[in-house]
């Protein structure tokens, strides 16, 4: 599907009322509070009564496009330009593009990252684990006018930077979350919560807080100072995620606050994972948004952002 075919088959309000009802519902529309089946169009509206519990619904009740504003082909459009960007959009651009206020192209764009977020990962067979630090670029900071000595701020391990870990399986899924302390417990916690440990091995480089693997699951470490391995013994999977994520970051965006990153993390995976995805790609993500509410209500969060991308989702409504 490309711009000009979205416009034509979803173009119009009505048009993606239509296209998102047979999609949640099928043939039958079914009562988004008791479920049941009875239920008669209101004349002139969106929304259908249940003659069961006696209450008003739409088809947008329960997803990212309730209480929204933006009118439905606007916001397919940016949909279209989110999951096409494969390195990312700033709502600048989409602002721009699609000729709404900047505010109203941000707030979409966390809606529909939203839909993006998939706690339910369980990955297994041969398994990379990683981390990284996502932040500004490296700087000089200057002690002095007098004296021009600088020193520079430092990278990787031990920097002030977020710290973020990613697992990965060869050639298939990845799963990234923030972790600000990389002890050994917290590592452990991610990759009994994330890996099949009874189906898995797991790659990981000679970092300390990684050694606890080995009474966990079949561990094999890669000593970077030895070299970066041959064959299937390498982190050259997540190594490669990270690049794709740093790069996206850099080039898309001016600056992303610490609070935020997770929905940013959620996207990039999210991407990554449905990378062979083509025909389907856009159904795919408004069937995602049809099964989960926002996770923002007045341009914020309804909790913490990390707490929201990292929890268990709750039960999918039914889809009939």
């Not at 048009?15 to 998102?20: D, F, Q």
């Amino acid at each position: 599907m490309n711009l000009q075919s979205l416009h034509t088959k979803l173009g119009t309000q009505d048009k993606c009322i239509a296209y998102l009802e047979k999609l949640r519902w099928g043939r039958k529309p079914v009562c988004v509070f008791c479920k049941a089946s009875s239920v008669t169009k209101r004349k002139e509206s969106i929304r259908w009564h249940c003659n069961d519990c006696n209450k008003d619904f739409s088809v947008m009740m329960g997803t990212i496009f309730e209480d929204s504003r933006l009118e439905l082909p606007k916001f397919f459009e940016i949909i279209f330009l989110m999951i096409n960007a494969k390195m990312g959009i700033s709502a600048s651009e989409i602002a721009r593009n699609v000729g709404v206020k900047y505010q109203t192209a941000w707030f979409a764009c966390h809606k529909i990252r939203c839909a993006m977020i998939n706690n339910e990962l369980k990955l297994e067979g041969m398994v990379e684990f990683d981390e990284a630090y996502i932040g500004g670029k490296k700087r000089k900071l200057v002690q002095n006018e007098a004296n021009l000595s600088a020193i520079t701020s430092k990278r990787g391990r031990g920097t002030s930077k977020t710290p973020i870990v990613g697992v990965v399986e060869k050639k298939g899924r990845v799963y990234v979350k923030i972790i600000e302390k990389l002890t050994s417990r917290n590592l452990l916690a991610m990759l009994k919560d994330k890996v099949d440990t009874d189906n898995s091995i797991v790659f990981t480089d000679d970092f300390k807080s990684y050694k606890q693997f080995d009474n966990a699951v079949d561990h094999i470490t890669i000593k970077h100072s030895e070299g970066y391995g041959k064959g299937v013994k390498t982190i050259n999977t997540i190594e490669g995620f990270w690049s794709i994520l740093k790069n996206g970051i850099k080039g898309s965006y001016r600056a992303i606050s610490k609070k935020y990153l997770p929905f940013y993390l959620a996207e990039f995976s999210y991407k990554f994972n449905n990378r062979h995805l083509q025909k389907n790609a856009f159904d795919k993500i408004i069937d995602n948004a049809l099964k989960d509410e926002s996770c923002l209500i007045n341009y914020k969060p309804k909790g913490n952002p990390r707490e929201i991308v990292n929890r268990v989702s709750k039960p999918k409504m039914a889809l009939s």
